[in-house]
């Protein structure tokens, strides 16, 4: 038995166990050490990666160390191909999220050991195949943002948040405490949906175990699954950014320092899409089936409502992250079209979309710490004085809106062919026009900020990227450039897992017609 997963999952804790023990005044130590825990996992994401096979395809690299065994409940670890995907994309995350921070300004030691502790939950989502710890993980993962955005985040003008600015003004306290308390208070609201759902599905007779393959293998009655289900999607798609349920997202993106912004947007969002697909449509398979036409509905109202929030904001971390909204449409549309493209798609769409938007938010925040401001109507031709910064955006930008030879054409092309294949093909039309939408505005604001006129007077002397600096766009750059010529590399594993999981759902669905 290899212990490569275990691994993954503990270096970033004992990285943030290790930060306890340092003084605040050790500021280098405090860095290497985080770096190291980040690195660790990293590359135990790619030999992962490297070393599962996908011929034989399924569940490998399995753990099981018991916990409580009278209720069935064990930290069971193992990896399959959606594993493999969203292991690698949370690994390249969180070590250019941490050279993103090297700068950080105040109480870094805490800053650090949060955002370790946050990403060892993430990266126990992933691997965890029993469903207590599961959401012991999940839980892991959200509840440090609390602390993460209150803390270290930037207050913000709350009438910037969307086409309601005026509502919200009226109940908004304004700045980053009220954007942490927002995201804290959805999400556990969706936790304790999630709860309730697990504690439906555990207590059915002749279940009481928490082991996923044997929920698998259990067959619930129609009508527990009929209550399990939307408890289980709107729970999870809470911190998926599901309408109208989404709207602690553009507040808690624009409030969170930038490696904040990176993990939230790149890898928790993608922690409600998996919880959905891997919870609610493989344990309930029945109930999945006959709520797809609303989740797929609800998905394309996303990934418009999204796109055309994100073409009227003033504010670029605004921008970004409204069409993280609406490109987690896009992977909820592929997720409710049960076919094989979709499923595909749309767990290739947390990928892309994860190292795309972790792009985004480390370009933003260089151009904020230098600028000190994203209004994007004092900006313009940011490229003279920092052209690798320009590059970079405009990469990050024609992976948005789906230009060919990226990550994000290869996600949104299947997408749209399972929504075609499906028994709801209209679902296409709107998620074309969401795609086009998306390509005005990230490409007006491209031309804004960066490919104009020099600029004059403050900004003509503006720091391109240095040191560290240069690892996020590097990094995150080459993967949306690598994986968009070379998709197979995941292609191949994620759909051993998705042509498994949909073989259960439709049979179930089939029988139980």
Partial sequence: MNHWLSLIVAAPA???ACLLVLKP????????????????SLIGSLVVAATYDRALGGF????????????????????????VALLILTGIII?????????VPKRDKEFFLLLLVLVAGVFGVFVSQDLFVFFLFYEIAVLPMYLLIGIWGASHDVRAAGPFKYVWKRFAVGGKEYAAMKLT????????????????????PGVQTFDLQALERASFSHTTQMWAFPLLWLGFGSLAGVFPFHTWSPDGHASAPTAVSMLHAGVLMKLGAFGVMRIGMVLVPDAAATWAPIVGTVAVINILY??????????LKYIVAYSSVSHMGVVMLGAATMTPNGWNGAVYQMFAHGIMTGLFFALVGLVYERAHTRAIAKMGGFAHPMPVVAAFFTLACLSSLGLPGTAGFVAEFLVFVGAAQSQHWWWTIPGVLGAFVTAVYVLRACKTIFWGPAPQGEYAHLADARKTEWAAPLVLGSALVLFGFWPRFLLDSIDGASATFLQRVTTVAEVSK
């Fill in 185 to 204: 208070l959805m999400l556990l609201v969706g936790s304790a949906a999630v709860l309730v759902a697990m504690l439906i599905l555990w207590a059915s």
């Fill in 95 to 103: 070590f250019t999220g941490v050279l993103a921070s090297w700068s």
């Fill in 25 to 40: 005044e050790q500021k280098l130590a405090i860095r290497l050490v985080s770096l190291v825990g980040a690195t660790v």
């Fill in 306 to 315: 999204g796109a055309f929030c994100a073409a009227s904001q003033t504010d």
């Fill in 60 to 83: 490998q690299m399995l753990e099981s160390y018991p916990l409580v065994p009278s209720y069935g409940i064990h930290l069971k670890l193992a990896v399959d191909g959606w594993g």
């Fill in 14 to 16: 004992i990285a943030a």
